[in-house]
């Protein structure tokens, strides 16, 4: 079965603390993303990867750093944490980079920072 | 710059037509693209639409576009409970990289 699975799927952790969200897809896709999702806001691209040890910035990727050793595997790290970080992630993958190409979505994961 | 908006909230009686709207900015070719997001879950792709195009029809969906108002819309038809969820508008301009752009999202509430 075709799965973007994301761990863990809620977190609440303290200001400063490093923190990694990892990301697996089983599909063998090059193209994979992160977003997060703010009320009101919708989701915003934070970096994306179109293959293995090829990433670059999205529009909000301050605060966050990603790397892309394996093609199934994206991680998210948060280096220090802050509050303004309290948001639904998302990874996204898709066969490659075509906007033709379907993007899906892993189930999300709630982080919380106080 | 790009910006997508649509309506936060819509409500419509199980059996009904709902028509969700959306109007983006950008002003180059697009595709455009609608996904539903249920509670809990990622989101999910519906459909999508190049911005040459002026209507798509998919079973009980069906996406017109106005690209002279950059008007968006998703009709669907015979509204079923399982229809409540959160869709949001989606575009992804050509020659803008991987760049995708999305509204705020639209809840829909269908009433038994």
């Known amino acids: 079965e075709a799965q973007v699975t994301q761990n863990p799927r809620y977190l609440i952790t303290v200001t400063g603390k490093k923190l990694t969200v990892t990301c697996s897809q089983n599909m063998n896709h090059e193209y994979m993303s992160w977003y997060r999702q703010d009320p009101g806001l919708g989701l915003r691209q934070i970096y994306y990867s179109m293959n293995v040890e090829v990433t670059d910035k999205g529009d909000v990727p301050e605060g966050y750093k990603v790397s892309r050793k394996e093609k199934r595997n994206f991680p998210l790290i948060l280096e220090s944490p802050s509050p303004n970080q309290t948001s639904l992630y998302f990874c996204?993958?898709?066969?490659?980079?075509?906007?033709?190409?379907?993007?899906?979505f892993g189930p999300g994961t709630r982080l919380t920072v106080l | 710059g790009e910006d997508v908006e649509q309506s936060l909230f819509l409500s419509v009686r199980e059996g009904d037509s709902s028509v969700i709207n959306c109007t983006y900015t950008d002003s180059s070719s697009t595709y455009l693209y609608w996904y539903k997001q249920e509670p809990g879950a990622g989101l999910q792709l519906l459909t999508y639409?190049?911005?040459?195009?002026d209507m798509k029809q998919d079973q009980r969906l069906t996406v017109l576009l106005n690209k002279k108002d950059k008007h968006l819309s998703l009709r669907i038809a015979d509204t079923q409970t399982g229809d409540s969820a959160i869709y949001f508008c989606?575009?992804?301009?050509?020659?803008?990289?991987?760049?995708?752009?999305f509204g705020a999202g639209t809840r829909l509430f269908v009433k038994a």
């Open positions: 989606a575009e992804r301009p050509m020659g803008g990289g991987f760049k995708t752009i």
């Open positions: 996204a993958t898709s066969a490659g980079g075509r906007p033709t190409d379907t993007q899906y």
């Open positions: 639409i190049f911005s040459n195009m």
